[in-house]
């Protein structure tokens, strides 16, 4: 590392990790080296190209997690100057108004917009999609909100939260037929949330299949009866009222 050798660096870790795999030592060695090779890497991005796109979004990422979220905001509108068409930027801006700490009206629908703008450039965004049908959600907006969640679950096939959204809106709006496909995805994909194993039960239940609900129900009280015992917090069921 101090001769910038970085190829022989990589090459060494990747025989180390192979020969000695799990081993403490070399896993805490490999956290610093790739910490020191990330750092170096920013650093030369910011020396040879600070007013790239990369270089915004790099420095956009550092002032959020910092928390200086004005700032970021200015970083990332600076790349939409310079590429309106940047892909994932409006996404990122709209989350980033959404994580402010006290976030207002305004700021929600700010970020609404930013999300609406990311699929007129990137329509495949699913995360833009799921977040969209989350804000119609926790309106009240249950048809919205359904439309969204369905297409996030029709872009990213693997996107349990997504599954989840889309069951519990549907179960809002009474469809409880409709929800029950969505929330069998959901638990496939994420067996272990006892809050889509309750939701999966609700909609069983209104959906007249009693036995199968039971079996849900019993899963979902194995669950959370086993995170209180583990001192953990039990996931909170969704409301589908």
Do not use: C
């Not at 207002?104 to 495949?124: I, R, Y």
């Amino acid at each position: 590392m101090l001769i910038n050798q970085t190829n022989a660096v990589l090459d060494f870790l990747q025989t180390l990790n192979r020969e000695f795999p799990g081993d403490p030592e070399v896993l805490f060695l490999s956290v610093h080296t790739y910490s020191d090779l990330s750092t170096k890497a920013a650093q030369q991005l910011a020396m040879t190209a600070p007013n790239s796109l990369e270089g915004h979004k790099l420095n956009a990422e550092a002032l959020e997690a910092q928390g200086k979220w004005d700032a970021a905001e200015k970083e990332y509108k600076a790349i939409l100057a310079q590429n309106p068409q940047a892909t994932g930027i409006h996404f990122l801006l709209g989350r980033l108004l959404l994580s402010k700490s006290a976030p207002g009206q305004s700021d929600a629908e700010e970020a609404k917009k930013e999300f609406q703008e990311e699929l007129k450039v990137d329509p495949t965004n699913a995360g833009a999609e799921y977040v969209l049908g989350e804000m119609a959600r926790q309106g009240g907006q249950w048809d919205e909100a359904v439309q969204h969640f369905s297409q996030a679950t029709k872009l990213d096939a693997g996107f349990g939260d997504a599954f989840l959204g889309l069951g519990n809106s549907l179960l809002s709006a009474k469809r409880f037929a409709d929800a029950v496909p969505p929330l069998q995805t959901a638990v496939k994909l994420e067996s272990r949330n006892p809050g889509a194993h309750y939701s999966l039960a609700t909609a069983l239940t209104r959906a007249g299949r009693k036995e199968e609900a039971e079996k849900e129900f019993a899963i979902h009280r194995q669950m959370t009866q086993k995170g209180q015992r583990d001192g953990e917090q039990p996931g909170t069921p969704q409301n589908p009222n």
